[in-house]
T-cell receptor
Framework: DAKTTQPNSMESNEEEPVHLPCNHSTISGTDYIHWYRQLPSQGPEYVIHGLTSNVNNRMASLAIAEDRKSSTLILHRATLRDAAVYYCIPYAGGTSYGKLTFGQGTILTVHP | EAEVAQSPRYKITEKSQAVAFWCDPISGHATLYWYRQILGQGPELLVQFQDESVVDDSQLPKDRFSAERLKGVDSTLKIQPAELGDSAMYLC?????????????FGPGTRLTVL
């Protein structure tokens, strides 16, 4: 499985953009990059995923470096509800079935 | 919106007792996962089913843990006997096909405390 490096914690103010970085220098060419988040006392929830191109959805944007060794999750306007642990996960390639390998993630604190 | 159901939400047991957790995935989802999450860490995959077949149980402590998914729908995870180190959150997730582009949907989890 590809190794990931994320900051242990980050802080933001409400309604400001947040850029959550992730390094995944050992990612294989077929691994998708998934982001999940886990709100307090809840199970993880899907945020976004991509392979090579930048991706947008209603929750966030994902910017993937051209060499695919890093990516950045962008929350355009943080809200208090975005306070969570964010996990960057290369979705294991080379197997028939996907396997999410969670790391420590980044604890995001949002200040009012 | 369809959700993954888990029960019980909380379980307190004494060591050496048997415990069981139940999961009902989203209807139509072929792939079902059981994860264990120790406080302060990310979830760790214990077992993955494709329909009724186990496709990955490499991290399942098979001397005490067992999992089944009869008829390829709901699933049960059992621990016998429970040990103090088993105290954790047990999460169930499901996905449509298990493909690398597929989204996993997680249930609320079962918080297990072993005394």
């Amino acid at each position: 499985d590809a190794k990931t490096t994320q900051p242990n914690s980050m802080e933001s103010n409400e309604e400001e953009p947040v850029h959550l970085p992730c390094n995944h220098s050992t990612i294989s060419g077929t691994d998708y990059i998934h982001w999940y988040r886990q709100l307090p006392s809840q199970g993880p929830e899907y945020v976004i995923h991509g392979l090579t191109s930048n991706v947008n959805n209603r929750m966030a944007s994902l910017a993937i470096a051209e060499d695919r060794k890093s990516s950045t999750l962008i929350l355009h306007r943080a809200t208090l509800r975005d306070a969570a642990v964010y996990y960057c996960i290369p979705y294991a390639g080379g197997t028939s079935y996907g396997k999410l390998t969670f790391g420590q993630g980044t604890i995001l604190t949002v200040h009012p | 919106e369809a959700e993954v159901a888990q029960s019980p939400r909380y379980k307190i047991t004494e060591k050496s007792q048997a415990v069981a957790f139940w999961c009902d995935p989203i209807s139509g989802h072929a792939t079902l996962y059981w994860y264990r999450q120790i406080l302060g860490q990310g979830p760790e995959l214990l077992v993955q089913f494709q329909d009724e077949s186990v496709v990955d149980d490499s991290q399942l402590p098979k001397d005490r843990f067992s999992a089944e998914r009869l008829k390829g729908v709901d699933s049960t995870l059992k621990i016998q006997p429970a040990e103090l180190g088993d105290s954790a959150m047990y999460l169930c997730a499901s996905s449509f096909s298990g493909d690398r582009t597929d989204t996993q949907y997680f249930g609320p989890g079962t918080r297990l405390t072993v005394l």
